[in-house]
C-alpha cells in the first residue's frame, strides 16, 4: 500500500537531549515535510509520532521510557498510530528497544533520519516493526539546509547549524563516540552556503553545532581550521551574532582564542566543558588536558576578551573520585567563577570503559557533592550577573517574555537572558538596555531613552531615522 492512500499524515516530534538533538528533529521535519507529511504541534492529532531521544545519562534514558509509556495509551486508543523511536537512544539499544517498549513500531538510528519516510510506509504498509540503526560512511541529512523552515516556526532570527557530525575523543564515561560514529567535518563552502541562505531568511546569529567544534576541519581535503571558518562566517554581511558549542579544552588553540579579538560578530561566550579539577580523575577520564592546561586557556581567554562569559559543564561522583578530588574541582569554580555551569552526577553507560572502573562513588555521596557544588555555583552566577547592573548591554530581541507577555526577553552576546519592557516591534532587532536588576537566571534591563537599535530592515515600522544604521524609538 503506498503512502498516497493514507488521509492523515500528521507527525509529531518530541526532542531530548542536546542542541545537536534539536537540530536533527529541525531536519527530521524537513525531511517528512518534504516527503508529503504535515507537522502538528499538537500530539493528538498526530498519527505518527516520533521520539528524538538521548542517551547520555540513564535518568535520561528512564525520563523517556516514561514518556514513551504515555504515548502507548494514545495508540491503544487509535491504533493507527505509530511510535517511531529515533537518535541517541535508539542507537544504543537498538534491537532491544523492541523487547522493553513493545508498543514502538519504528527504531531508527542516529545516521538513519533520512530514511525514517520510507520506514514509516513500511511500517503503515504492515511490515512493522522496522529497524534502521546503521552506522555510515557518509549522512545524507547532514547536508539538508534548514533554512527558514526551523519545524517549530518560533525563532526566526537565530539558527542552528551543524559544522561536524560525531566524536572521537572517547572520554571514557561518554557514550557519544559509540552513538554517534566518527568525527566527520562539512565543507567549509557547504556551512557557508546554509548560512548566507538563513541570512536570506532573516536569521541574525547562528550557532555552530558540533561535539568538538575546535577540531573543526580535520579530514578534509581543504586547509581549513576552525577559526580559519569561524573568520569566513564572519565575513557574511548582515549576520550578527556567531556563537559555536561544545568546545573542547584540549583542542583550544591561541588561534581560536584569538578570534575573541578580533571577529566581531563572534559572541563574547564561550562553553568550555573541564568535567573535574583534580588531574588524577581528568586522566581517568581521558580528556587529554590537566587542570593546569586548563586554567592557561582561561586565563588567555580573559586577557584576549575581558568581558568574555565562561560556562561549562561538569561531574561529581566519577569512579574513583575522593574528597580531595572534589575538593579540587571546587577549587578550579573558584578560581574561574564560571559564569553558569551544567552539572552533572556521573552516570555508568554500558559499553563505556569507566564501567570496568573500581571504586564507584555511592549515589548517596555523589549526590551531596553535587549539592555542595550547585550551591557554590549559584553564588558565582549571582556574583558574576550582578557585575552587570548598571552596565549598558545589547541585546538581540527573542519576543514575548514566557513568564509576562507583555515584557519582551532578548540575550546578550554573553548569552544571558533579560527581560524589559518594550514594543513587540522589536523582536528580531538589536537594542542597548542598561542592567537594572541582576537574579540566578536572568537579568533586568531597560531601554535606553531613547532607545539606539540597530535595525537592518524595515525602518519605515520605526520612529525618527538618526542616521543610516541607528534609528531611534520613543520609550
Ligand atoms: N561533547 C561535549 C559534551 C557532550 S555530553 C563535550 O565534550 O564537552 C554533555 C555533558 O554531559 C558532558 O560534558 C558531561 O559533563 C555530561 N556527561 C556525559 N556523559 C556522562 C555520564 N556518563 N554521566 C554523567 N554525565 C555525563
Ligand atoms: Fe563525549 Fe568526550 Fe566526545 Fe564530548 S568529547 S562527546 S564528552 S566523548
Ligand atoms: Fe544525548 Fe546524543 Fe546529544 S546522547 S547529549 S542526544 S549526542
Redesign the pocket.
Known sequence: MGRENFADRRFFIHTFG?QMNVHDSEQLANIMTEAGYEQTQDVRQAKIILVNTCS??SKVAQKIVSQLGRYRRWKDKDPEVIIGVGGCLAQHWGRDMFTKTPYVDLVFGTHAFHEVPQLVDMVRAGHGPVMDTELREEIPSLGICTAGKNGNGKTKHHSLVTIMQG?D?F?T????PYLRGRERSRPSAEIIREIEALVKQGIREITLLG??VNSYGRGLPEETNFPKLLAMINDISELERIRFT?S?PKDLTGGLVNCFGRLKKLCEHIHL?F?AGSDRVLTRMNRGYTRKDYLERITALRQCCPDIAISA???VGFPGETAYDFDATLALMEEVCFDNL?S??????EG?VAVSFGEKVPEKERNRRLKILQELQDRHTWERNQALVGKDVDVLVDGASKNDPQELTGRTRTNKIVNFAGPPILRGKTVTLNITGAYLHSLRGELKSPAAINVHKSPEVILGRKSPEVILVQK
Open positions: 542536546c547520555i545519562r566524536c575523543n572520554c564515561y561518554c557514550v557519544v561535539q568538538n561544545t573542547h566543558p568535567q559543564d561538569v561531574m551544567f552533572f552526577m556521573y552516570s555508568e553507560r563505556t
